[in-house]
């Protein structure tokens, strides 16, 4: 599996993003699905994953209420709805996808200025 990992950028604080991670293969919908992110000088930490049918997601307090993660078998990919963004949320993002073996994307960088 392949990840292809887009749709950061630049944002002030309050305003929304939508990640997007574009997988390749044909066993997508096998894969439970997450994002992580790595801000500066920290270490990656957990921000939302989905189960490989869709019904169970977690989140890590931090985005609980902000941020929605989603899929979409049929284009292979996962979504992460942010909103509300903050300044702590300035990081690099990566997807990653689970199943018999674990497969990285590479990132997408998130700014969000205060």
């Known amino acids: 599996v392949q990840l292809q990992a887009s749709g950061g950028g630049l944002v002030q604080a309050g305003d929304s993003l939508r990640l997007s991670c574009a997988a390749s293969?044909?066993?997508?919908?096998?894969?439970?699905m997450g994002w992580f992110r790595q801000a500066p000088g920290k270490e990656r930490e957990f921000v939302a994953a989905?189960?490989?049918?869709?019904?169970?997601?977690y989140y890590a307090d931090s985005v609980k209420g902000r941020f929605t993660i989603s899929r979409d078998d049929a284009k292979k990919t996962v979504y992460l709805q942010m909103n509300n963004l903050k300044p702590e949320d300035t990081a690099v993002y990566y997807c990653?996808?689970?199943?018999?073996?674990?497969?990285w994307g590479q990132g997408t960088l998130v700014t969000v200025s205060s």
């Open positions: 990653n996808a689970v199943g018999t073996a674990t497969y």
């Open positions: 293969g044909r066993t997508f919908s096998v894969y439970a």
């Open positions: 989905i189960s490989w049918s869709g019904v169970s997601k």
